[in-house]
């Protein structure tokens, strides 16, 4: 089975940065997809960063420039770095895995990906 668990969490005042990790277990997939989402209360759930098997990412705009999604080399762990916090950027996020074409471009589409981690909260104070 595909295990996926975030940490990295927590509070954090406006301005300030925090790294965000995933911890992947059970994808055996030589070619795959890996990303970020998150999700407010109230709104939906939205794709903020993507990165594929031979390292090509995609990041949203929204976060475009303050936010970058990196793997180790052994691709066991995601990182999503996260710099210049807004309280625009509280919400719980997600990292998700699935298999992918050799070479896909890893936009995080909610229905491209069929395994999820549990979520960590990210709280942006003013």
């Known amino acids: 089975q595909v295990h996926l668990v975030e940490s990295g969490g927590g509070s954090v005042q406006a301005g300030g940065s925090l790294r965000l990790s995933c911890a992947v277990s059970?994808?055996?997939?030589?070619?795959?997809?890996m990303g970020w989402f998150r999700q407010a209360p109230g709104k939906e759930r939205e794709g903020v960063a993507g990165i594929g098997d031979y390292g090509s990412t995609y990041i949203a705009d929204s976060v475009k420039g303050r936010f970058t999604i990196s793997q180790d080399n052994s691709k066991n762990i995601l990182y999503l770095q996260m710099n210049s916090l807004t309280p625009e950027d509280t919400a719980m996020y997600y990292c998700a895995a699935d298999r992918r074409p050799a070479g896909a471009y890893c936009k995080p589409i909610f229905r491209l990906f069929r395994y999820w981690g549990q979520g960590t909260q990210v709280t942006v104070s003013s």
């Open positions: 059970g994808l055996t997939y030589s070619t795959y997809c």
